[in-house]
Each structure stands twice: as C-alpha cells, then as structure tokens.
C-alpha cells in the first residue's frame, strides 16, 4: 500500500483556504480533510467532530504529554491542536489528508513530519485580501484590522513553505495545489517496485 | 520576468519520452525542446538542428573547454553535450526548456543547475519495455538485447532523480509531468510580489 501525503495549507484569513479544500474534496471524496482539536466550548452552531473536537484541557494535556500531537498552540486560555493518530491512519491506509492550519502550525507539523508538504495559499495583493474581508461583512472594523495585522504577519513567512499559489481565480488555485498533490505522489520514495528490485539481483 | 524550468527527462530506450516530451509541447508551444549537439555524423535522413546540431570535434572541444556545456558524453568515437547559452536564453526569457537526455547527462545537468529538475519515466514493468522494444521492429535482436541491458542500468538510478513518471497509459504519463512542471512552478522563489515585499518595510 502506497501511503498518502500530508499537506498542509496555510494562509491569511480570508484567503480562500477552506474554499480550496472543500473543491479537492469534492474532486477526489478520497482525501481526509483533518478537523482540529480545540479546548475551547463550542459556539452556537458548531458540531463536534465539524468545526472541531471539543476536548476537556486534561485530555489535551495528556495527548500533548504522549506526544500525540503533530502541532499545538495556545491562543488566549484555549488550547488547539492535531491529534496525530487519525492523520498517520488515513495515510497508512494510503488516503492524502490535508490540514489546514497557520504557519505556526505547518512549520511544526514539517518539524515532526519532514516528509509533510507545505502549501502557502497567497491572496493577488494585500488589498485584495483586505476588500475580500470587507466584503464578508461579518466583521466589524477592528476585528478586520486585527485579521489584516496577522496577515502582514503570516505572508512574510510564505518562503519558509514547500510551495505558494496564488488565489486569483479559484479555478487556477484548485487545479495548481492538485498539481502539487499530484506531483508530490511521483517522488521515487512513492514508487513500489517490486519488479525492479527483482532486477537489482 | 519569472524565469522559465529547466526539465530534465530520461528514462530507457522504447519507454516513450519522446512521444511524452512532444505532446506536452502540442499542450503548451512556449516549450522549448533542447537539441543536443554532436560530433557524430548525420545518418539519412537527419537534418541539423532537428535530430542533433553536428559540429566538427574541434568546435565541440571549444565549447567543452569553456564550460559551454550542460552535460557531455563520449560514445565510441562520438561527443554528445547540451549547449548551455540557449538553454540559459530560453529559460531567461521565460519559456520551460526540457532535455531529454540519459540518466548520466541528467546528473550533470542537475550538479551544473541544482535548480533543474529531473523527471525519469519508467516502464510499468521489464517485461513490457522488452515487448515496446521488439513491436517497434526497427532492430535485430542483438541490438534490442544491448538496448536492455543499458534499460537494466538505467532503471538503477531512477531513486536519484526528483520525479519518477511510469508510462502506463500515455495520457496519465502526460498529465503527472506537465503536473510536476506546474508545482514546480509554485516554488516560493518563483513568486515575484513586489506588493510582498513592500509590506517588509
């Protein structure tokens, strides 16, 4: 069984991330897309197991103590974090899982899987992202500038990523991180041989 | 300008990376097919700049001594080698440049431009390649015998390139390397953000 790759996309809020993901989903219902694990109480209308797996901070702490965790980090009084067993079973079973997660995240998961693949979703322009946001309108001012501040922050580290595409059209975005995919199951590590080892004799 | 790929393909006699190196520029004619160069005599029917550029050997050893050459080989009493000036030119000017050459002139490429990127394309088994070979009856059975056992060596050093593509049906062999030429196209160092880096301020 040849297992299946880990990639990780990452990006500024409002980017397109989730949108991309959902379209690889839908072209090939194999891939696992990894839901987070999170302390945090759910807000209204979120499911367990959707937008997150509600754990207790004891259960947390003890999955980080075992090392179970491919990324973590602590954002105010919560935890959130990716359970590392779902994601190494999905691959053994030869599925492709993608993450989607911040920087902090993806350098973390490439720290405890080199073998990851990290994807960078970049937005045309600074202030496209910022119209994009806007547009949303779920957001009052402040909460858009604090987004566009952590943007700033998170698209200077876009070169530390395997690769960058940019959302221009989502068409283009969707076909390009699937050439990725695509591209990165053609590495020779990926190609099970058995006749050519019979060869080698 | 974001300057064009340098795409090394090889792969053993009769495995198809012609056919696969013709239709990828049919799908995008702003590649350019490298031509090697060669002391060698032309054969009937060759005609300069299509099958090879033949030059004299005292030309060739010009080029050689002035590091004018991406890889270089002797065969017999022949010279093979890769001009480097239009390969440089092209890729300058933005097109995608693809070799296709052996396993041992993809070495050099890639020890001479690390940012090359060798694709090797190999046969769904032994015994299909020997069968591609003899279907093709344009050689005896002692020439297809020496064509093999150069396969058999080959096919040894596919771990060390980038990419491996097996040609099992043409249209996938098609669609996984124009992929890898796609992805490697997001390479972070292939994002040219001015806006970026005006935000670094």
Request: hydrophobic fraction near 5%.
């Given at each position: 069984m040849i297992p299946g790759l880990l990639l990780v996309i990452s990006g500024p809020s409002g980017v397109g991330k989730g949108t991309i993901c959902a379209r690889l989903k839908t072209m090939d219902p194999t891939i696992h897309l990894s839901i987070s694990m999170t302390t945090r109480p759910p807000r209204e209308g979120e499911e367990e197991g959707r937008e997150y797996f509600f754990v207790s901070e004891a259960r947390f702490q003890e999955l980080l103590k075992q090392g179970e965790l491919l990324e973590w980090a602590r954002v105010y009084d919560f935890y959130y974090g990716t359970p590392k067993k779902p994601v190494m079973e999905m691959r053994a079973a030869g599925r492709d899982v993608i993450l989607e997660i911040d920087v902090q995240g993806g350098l973390q998961v490439k720290a405890n899987c080199p073998d990851s693949i990290l994807v960078f979703v970049l937005p045309p322009s600074f202030d496209e992202l910022a119209s994009r946001l806007q547009s949303?309108?779920?957001?009052?001012a402040e909460a858009i500038a604090t987004r566009l501040r952590w943007a700033r922050e998170e698209l200077r580290?876009?070169?530390?990523?395997d690769y960058a595409v940019v959302n221009d059209t989502l068409e283009e975005a969707v076909r390009k991180v699937n050439a990725i995919r695509v591209a990165e199951k053609?590495?020779?590590?990926f190609h099970g041989l058995a006749w050519l080892d019979s060869l080698e004799e």
């Open positions: 949303r309108g779920t957001e009052g580290s876009f070169r530390r990523y053609c590495r020779p590590s």
